[in-house]
């Protein structure tokens, strides 16, 4: 499975869009782009995934850039409740569901 | 409502003690995963099974056993081989087909 990077943190404006990169340049053909959040001290919870195409669904949007080298998950109206670690994870589908998750971005949402 | 338990929600044990996490979903899920997760770290892969009666080693399985006899269930033992088994543990479950993997809400397991 590609590798991701992402920073180690990013902070946001309660109410305002959150716009979280994570860079996956080695990313093949037949790898879907997931993204997970953990709230702290709870498993992690799906937020959405995509393989080429933007997706949105009632959490957030992934735009996933046309080389797709790269992805952008938003948050459109950030609440509190959406500080948490997210993981961006690249991977294959498949019989061997696998996930890798790295170290995440830490979102700080500040009232 | 459908989902996925898991019991206690912090465990202590003496060294030396194997201990047995429980985990349980109403999901239908054929697929079942067990993570681990240190503090300010990613989850690591422990076991996994696919369906009943098979599970496969992930990536840091030494000094764990599991076992799948029923679909819903997917017990965890930390053995006295287990060097540092202080840890968070999380289980997991997705469907056959399906991409997403479902999460418990875990057990901080304390080994002193």
């Known amino acids: 499975d590609a590798k991701t990077t992402q920073p180690p943190s990013m902070d946001c404006a309660e109410g305002r869009a959150a716009n979280l990169p994570c860079n996956h340049s080695?990313?093949?053909?037949?790898?879907?782009v997931y993204w997970y959040r953990q709230i702290h001290s709870q498993g992690p919870q799906y937020i959405i995934h995509g393989l080429k195409n933007n997706e949105t669904n009632e959490m957030a949007s992934l735009i996933i850039t046309e080389d797709r080298k790269s992805s952008t998950l938003i948050l459109p109206h950030a609440t509190l409740r959406d500080t948490a670690v997210y993981y961006c994870?690249?991977?294959?589908?498949?019989?061997?569901?696998?996930?890798?998750f790295g170290k995440g971005i830490t979102l700080s949402v500040r009232p | 409502d459908g989902g996925i338990t898991q019991s206690p929600k912090y465990l202590f044990r003496k060294e030396g003690q194997n201990v047995t996490l429980s985990c349980e979903q109403n999901?239908?899920?054929?697929?079942m995963y067990w993570y681990r997760q240190d503090p300010g770290q990613g989850l690591r892969l422990i076991y996994y099974?696919?369906?009943?009666?098979?599970?496969q080693k992930g990536d840091i399985a030494e000094g764990y056993s599991v076992s799948r006899e029923k679909k819903e269930s997917f017990p965890l033992t930390v053995t006295s081989a287990q060097k540092n088994p202080t840890a968070f543990y999380l289980c997991?479950?997705?469907?056959?087909?399906?991409?997403?993997?479902?999460f418990g809400p875990g057990t901080r397991l304390t080994v002193t």
């Open positions: 080695t990313i093949s053909g037949n790898e879907y």
């Open positions: 997991a479950s997705s469907s056959g087909q399906g991409l997403e993997q479902y």
């Open positions: 994870i690249v991977r294959v589908t498949g019989a061997n569901s696998k996930l890798t």
């Open positions: 999901l239908n899920h054929d697929a």
């Open positions: 099974s696919q369906i009943v009666n098979d599970f």
